[in-house]
């Protein structure tokens, strides 16, 4: 579908945890399927096209599938002009065609049907392809309208490979249900109707939304708390929400006396989106019931059978997939947050000085990290700050973390010695009496001199360094002091560097989920971090923190952060 003499090569999303998840996605349906770029390169195919094609993943993807595959009766190659499917596929939307041929890697000519459908590649345009072997043409034409039981086989297997590569690619449950109504409406129903079971056996109408003309309208006034779930009503979606079965459902059948809140709602949804006819569907995980899915018709003529039951249940399974992802998901970043936050100390008051602090986890909510911050008096009356950074990504990272910080508490307050003698300490303890394996930190000491200045002194070990922010805007790095980071082992003596802080300025000390991009320089991040940080230096010390997380952290940070903001009194 790109142009002749076009260099082959792998899909941009070739190799990512994207590709290998859409390629999963992919497996699940029944025919040959692959995705195309928006060039009309190969992406990714499943393992049912290989075999249809005689051709490996290898010899697929990347290649232009146009030139590679799209052939007449007679094998020869088809002009870009006489190909329906590339004509299609640059109109942007779903179509399909009969009888027409790929080449496959055996030399032979494959007649075939086949569907396009065009989606999201996570904000690159993409076009699925589902190809079938035919014979003979079959009925083309169907009206978008049309009862979900009229679907050809391949529109069916189309449509739910759209929705499971959509639903399974967001971890979000709104931004799952926004998808799952684009992928149903206007296809099935005019009317969306969507019910969930909270974590407290609670249901919320959690979505109403209806199709006018290209324009979709939320309900909010039918959406909300609903009555609790009768445990024996016979109605449908008294039924769907307990898991019990599908049904079709009309206005009819809630016009008897309602035996439940529930049939109230429902009979109340029904007279205010005048929907004749609607399929229940339960919303269900692999563990539990979910919610249900109502899709209704108030526009089509055409009535929902028991026939369209099928593979409206089997939207909504893997509605029921991507919501329970999602809130498993939210439940561990749930449970990483507040173990970080606890492990995590307050900060002490000290007269004279600002300083706040602020740790954002990893954007998986399984990574707990290992940064962390501390701020602590000594027993000379100056302060100690630190911030460090324990190798790893997990469970044992934050228990190291936590190891790291309550023994350095320990060596600072009963040593009384400079930094770097405190973290040679430090690093002989985490080698012989932890299983952290390396870390990263500063560790420094903060105190106020006879002529009311403030004179910092430090020592790092293998870490960023810190940033200090003139009243004026004017930022440096305090590059002094640096020495090897913790756990190696290699015994070389640590140094010390000191430095008087100006009046009104601002000390940052942070970890490498700063300023760390992948694709990009060590030198791009501290550059980034320097200039936004020069530029907020007349911003209340919150807001200059909030603001400087907001504008530096990078879009695509895969790790954890924390940061630690000082600032001295405008004078001396």
Known sequence: MAGPGHTPHRGPRSGTAATAALTGALEAIGTGAYVVDAEGRIITVNSRAEEMLARSAAELVGRDAHDLLHR????????????SMRQAFHTGRAAQGEADHFARGDGTVLPISWLITPYDLGGDKGTLVVFHTCDHPQETGRRPGAAAASLSELERLALLAETTTRLTSTLDVDEALRRLVTLVVPRLADWVVVDLITERDEVWRALVVHADGDTLVHREDLQGPMPPIPEQSPMPLSKALRGVASAVAGPETYQREPDSGIAVEQGRLFEATGIHSAAIAPIRSTREVLGALTLGRAGHPEKFTTADLPLIEDIARRAGLAVDNARLYERQRKVAETMQNHLLPQMPRVPGLQMTVRYLPAPDASQVGGDWYDAFSLADGATALA????????????????????????YAWALREPPSRIVDRLDEAVMHITEVAMATMILARIEETDQGHWKLTWTNAGHPPPLLISHDGLARYLTDGHGILLGT???????????????GSTLVLYTDGLIEEPGHSLDEGLYRLRRHAAALAHRPLTSFTDQLLRRVRPAANDDDVALLALRTPARP
Do not use: K
């Open 387 to 410: 911030v460090g950074d324990v190798v790893g990504h997990d469970l044992e990272a934050a228990a190291g973390m936590a190891q790291v910080r309550n023994m350095l508490r320990a």
């Open 489 to 503: 082992g290699s015994g070389r003596p640590r140094t010390d560097a000191t430095a008087l802080l100006p009046p």
């Open 72 to 83: 007449d009766a007679h094998g020869q190659r088809l002009p870009r002009s006489q190909c």
